[in-house]
């Protein structure tokens, strides 16, 4: 287990109570209860601290409920970092239920009680939205006032958060999308067929393994041969992309997926739905994928970084009954860089004290914090050094391929509008047609397909 002194050493530091992490309803706030943090050995330049007996500062920071948990190594562990090197600052966690953030930011910005530091999502459009009313803070001039540079992060991260030449927020983290593929190593073998090589895999081969390793009756598999989630924007964007398509113009004023790329990946994705060798998405048991690997019902897994500690997690359950690994997910040799899927941390207009809201958005964004979330969530952030901590680590061979994949992303495009949430769920629910068999990825389909995703974009602003 790589680094496990530091985890158990975290795992401590979770237990423990100091005053450095508090955590807080939206409204009305809750009585703070601290949380100590495990100590870190920051590679970054320090930041000369605050005179002493300065007044404490206190950073209100939104988060989706639940991350506090799911992800307290980033919550928890990395807010601890700032507040180890500046005790006079204090991070109140405000969690806001997933499915009414936007709204009750929303709500908080015109009643102007937004927080110090929010989370945000710039491959929904949600952070441009944010920008373009002047909610997010630029971060240009105090990264240069601190001596960082946004050459810190994956090149892909930056331009989604870049308007009018200026950044706004710094990357929670920049992943590809679905990416990657879980195999059972024994399945393969058992199937007559080689353990593949990590990297450099076509569309024509997976179909030709999940074929060979597939069992029982096309309309009643007894085995699956592979998975995608087909009515899942990452799955349709990173696959039209492996093709050599784009989901949208450069400017996201045109839906391209009616190009030929695209149609290329339509096809190859219904034949192996009509083989029998994808089951649909509502078609998994409980524990989804996950469930059907660890139960060898299934060889290859596509997904996103997401699944592998529910994967982990499985088979351990199952007793291990197999060998298994990851490898890249298929990419044909005009293949364009996987989707940018970016998140951020990022300070608002609204704070009061915006030199310390930037250090706490920047804390969640350097090197210690990407340490810690490799080590405690098998994540990788959205920085360029990434492979000198994986190096570090132990260089876990999961951890190496979300960096190769990471630096084979190209930006993510969103509709000029913003409305790329309205525009994918069309696309999604138009796709999934064809999955079901009620029509076929003709050129008229995909034509039809992109009127409809079409009528989205030419929405206004």
Known sequence: MIAEMKRRQFLRALAMTTGGIVLAACAPKAEPTATAMPKAQPTMPPVQAKPAGK???VLQLHLRAGGEKS??????????????QYPYIKVELAPIPGGEFEAKVQT????????????????????QRLIRQGIIAVSDERLDAHGYSKDEWVPASIAPLTYEGKMYGLPKNCHPG????????????????????IYDHTHAEIFEWAKAMAKGPETDREVYGYTIRGNNFEFIY??????????????????????????????????????????????????GEAALFAAQKVPMVCAGRWIHKSIQAAVKEAGDPFKWSVIQAPRESNANGWIGIIATHSATTFSKHPEEAFLLSYYMANQPCAELQMTELGYLTARVDDIKTIEKLGNDPFLKLQYDNNL???PSRIPKNTRELEARTVLQNEMQRIWLGDVEPTAETMKKIK??????VDKPY
């Open 451 to 456: 009127e409809a995703v079409q009528s989205v």
């Open 55 to 57: 007044e404490p500062v």
């Open 108 to 127: 908080m910005a015109a009643a102007k009680t937004l927080g110090d530091v929010m989370w945000t999502a710039a491959h929904s459009g949600y952070h």
């Open 178 to 197: 679905a990416a990657h593929i879980w195999i059972n190593e024994d399945m393969f073998q058992a199937a007559g067929l080689p353990v593949p090589e």
């Open 238 to 287: 990173d696959g039209i992309r492996a093709f050599g398509g784009w989901e949208y113009n450069e400017e996201g004023t045109e839906s391209l997926v009616d190009s030929d790329q695209a149609r290329q990946w339509a096809v190859w994705a219904n034949s192996c739905y009509r083989a029998g060798l994808i089951p649909l998405t509502e078609a998994l048991p409980t524990g």
């Open 408 to 410: 084979l992303e190209e």
């Open 71 to 84: 992800e307290a190594p980033l919550y928890v562990g990395c807010p601890g970092l700032l507040t180890e």
